[in-house]
């Protein structure tokens, strides 16, 4: 199974840029050489400010699509983002309509909106991001952000 990636949020980089100094003077300590994978790294800072309750935001996100497989490939890359509490709308949205843009104003929802469905009145929803198969990784922290 393939590892989750990690996105940190501004208050869990700030964690991590104070706990790296702890780590580096510990595996200095180490009578043989030990390197910590930057994932993991960023993984245990998630779990750490979860218990320390830095950030719980749960997150809505609904996905714009006309493909069901499209829609498949989005949802699986977002289950894979430990960050967050990430929650998909199950529904299948073909366009994007004024109960969508509703849905993106409110706060901590984002859409996922397919290029080709990607409206110019979108471009003035932040909140609304344009992605596809080839920019899936860069639109998903863009939604995270």
């Not at 996105?7 to 300590?29: G, R, S, V």
């Not at 043989?32 to 400010?49: A, D, E, P, Q």
């Not at 830095?54 to 960050?83: F, G, P």
């Amino acid at each position: 199974m393939p590892e989750k990636f990690s996105i940190l949020t501004p208050k869990q980089q700030a964690l991590l840029n104070e706990i790296q100094p702890l780590f580096k003077h510990w595996l200095d300590q180490l009578p043989y050489s030990l390197r910590i994978n930057s994932n993991c790294m960023n993984t245990f800072v998630v779990k750490l400010s979860a218990i320390l309750r830095i950030d719980k935001t749960q997150l809505h996100i609904c996905i714009v699509t006309n493909s069901d497989i499209k829609y498949l490939i989005y949802r699986e890359a977002l289950e894979a983002v430990a960050t967050l509490d990430i929650k998909i709308e199950p529904t299948i949205h073909s366009q994007l309509n004024d109960e969508l843009k509703d849905f993106a104003k409110k706060e901590n929802h984002r859409i996922l909106c397919e290029r080709t469905l990607y409206t110019p009145e979108a471009d003035e929803i932040p909140t609304i991001i344009p992605v596809s198969v080839d920019n899936l990784e860069k639109s998903i922290i863009w939604a995270l952000k």
